[in-house]
C-alpha cells in the first residue's frame, strides 16, 4: 500500500511537468528536464518486466572518441575524476595520477588499476528496455560523457558487481551507498530505462533510510 500511495503521488507530480508537447517517452521527450524528490523517482520508474534475451555486450559500442581528440571514453572519464590529474602523452595515454573509488573507499594512483563502471549495467539497460533501442542510442548510452552520474571510475575490486542491479548488489562502503541509490534512479530516469516488480522493491526499501533529496536529470532520449 505504501509503495502504490507514493507512486499514484509521484505520478500527479510527473503528470504536472510533462505537457503533451513533452510526452516522447514514459516520463519525457529527449532534452526535457525533470526533477523529483528521491522517494518519488523511484516510485515514476516505467515498469515492465526484465528479459535478457538476445543480449551481447557487442550490442553496445563503447569507449569511442566521439569528439575526436584522441581521448577514448574510458580516458575522458579517467581525466574528469582524478583528484591529481594524469601526465597525458599522445595519443591520449595517462600516466600516474590519483582516483578515489567510491564503492570501496579506495584510493588509487595507477590508471591501469581502475575500472570504468556503467553504473546501471550494460545488461542491465538491456534488460529494462535498451533492447528495442537502436546501435546509436545504445552506443551513446554506453559512452555517455553528458551526466558524470553514468560512467564512474571505481577499483577493480568491484568486479563482482558485474550485471547486478541494486536488489542483488550495493557497494561495500556503507556511507556512499545512498549515493549510489540515487545515481542509479537518476541514470534510470535519465534514460527511461524500466524497473521490475523487484528492483522497485529494493530501491523503495532502500531509499527509505536515506535523504530525500531532490534527482534532476535531463532526458537522453
Not at 151 to 174: G, Y
Not at 199 to 210: F, H, K, Y
Request: charged fraction near 20%.
Amino acid at each position: 500500500m505504501r509503495i502504490l500511495t507514493a507512486l499514484a503521488a509521484a505520478t500527479v507530480a510527473v503528470a504536472a511537468f510533462i505537457t503533451p508537447a513533452h510526452a516522447a517517452g514514459p516520463l519525457g521527450e529527449a532534452g526535457g528536464t525533470l526533477a523529483l524528490p528521491l522517494h518519488d523517482a523511484v516510485q515514476v520508474l516505467p515498469a515492465a518486466d526484465e528479459s535478457r534475451a538476445g543480449y551481447q555486450r557487442t550490442s553496445f559500442r563503447h569507449w569511442v572518441d566521439a569528439d575526436r581528440d584522441g581521448c577514448s571514453t574510458r580516458n575522458e572519464v579517467l581525466l574528469n575524476e582524478s583528484f591529481l590529474a594524469p601526465e597525458q602523452t599522445a595519443p591520449c595515454r595517462l600516466i600516474g595520477g590519483e582516483w578515489y573509488s567510491a564503492y570501496d573507499n579506495l584510493y588509487i594512483s595507477s590508471p591501469g588499476a581502475l575500472d570504468i563502471d556503467h553504473l546501471v549495467p550494460l545488461a542491465e539497460a538491456w534488460d529494462s528496455g535498451a533492447s528495442a533501442w537502436t546501435p546509436a542510442e545504445r552506443e551513446a548510452y554506453a559512452n555517455d560523457l553528458g551526466d558524470e552520474r553514468s560512467l564512474v571510475a571505481v577499483s577493480a575490486r568491484n568486479r563482482s558487481k558485474a550485471d547486478q542491479d541494486p536488489a542483488e548488489w550495493l557497494p561495500t562502503f556503507e556511507p556512499y551507498r545512498c549515493q549510489y541509490l540515487t545515481d542509479w534512479v537518476a541514470t534510470k530516469m535519465r534514460w527511461q530505462l524500466a524497473v521490475d516488480d523487484r528492483e522497485r522493491v529494493a530501491l523503495t526499501n532502500a531509499v527509505a533510510d536515506c535523504p530525500n533529496v531532490s534527482v534532476e536529470v535531463t532526458f537522453a532520449r
